[in-house]
């Protein structure tokens, strides 16, 4: 199997804006060697990576965090979500979010105030569901692989 690093790729958007994106990488995703590849993209931009361990409410968490970002003036535009997934599923801290997880927590979604999402996660694109759910809730336009 082809291992393809999403870091490489989110390297080069870092360049570019740092601090109007974060990546949210889920620790159940994180492995050694993504650890230093985090570390190496530098401590300027070091505010833009948030890894997400083991928490019992991830989508709360990452609203707590672009909360955060927004009071200190450094307002997200680009929110990006590395972690493991297929067909209409997710792993965000260590918990496993669908459809249904989404719709239970709209009220926090709705406030997230981002742009973009992107979903580097194996065959996100492929559900009927989460994508076009995410983006109705989000407000945000949502890129995911099929």
Same mark, same amino acid.
């Given at each position: ?24 990488? %889920? ?7 993504? /650890? ?9 931009? /070091?505010? /833009?990576?948030? #890894? =997400?361990?083991?928490?019992?409410? #991830? ?11 927004? %009071? ?8 990006? =979500? ?19 997880? =989404?719709?239970?927590? /709209? ?11 992107? =979903? ?6 492929? %559900? #009927? ?18």
């Amino acid at each position: 199997m082809n291992y393809v690093n999403p870091f490489t790729e989110l390297e080069s958007c870092l360049d570019q804006t740092p601090h109007q994106q974060l990546i949210v990488a %889920d620790s159940y995703f994180m492995t050694d060697e993504l /650890s230093a590849e985090m570390a190496c993209i530098g401590t300027s931009q /070091s505010d /833009s990576w948030f #890894p =997400l361990g083991q928490v019992d409410r #991830p989508l709360l968490e990452i609203s707590e965090q672009l909360r955060q970002r927004r %009071d200190r003036g450094l307002p997200v535009d680009r929110l990006h =979500l590395v972690a493991h997934g297929h067909q209409g599923k997710l792993v965000l801290g260590g918990k496993w979010l669908d459809a249904a997880a =989404l719709a239970g927590h /709209s009220t926090s979604l709705a406030q997230w105030n981002v742009k973009t999402i992107v =979903l580097w996660c194996r065959d996100m694109g492929k %559900d #009927p569901l989460f994508v076009p759910l995410l983006r109705e809730l989000t407000g945000s336009d949502v890129y995911a692989s099929a």
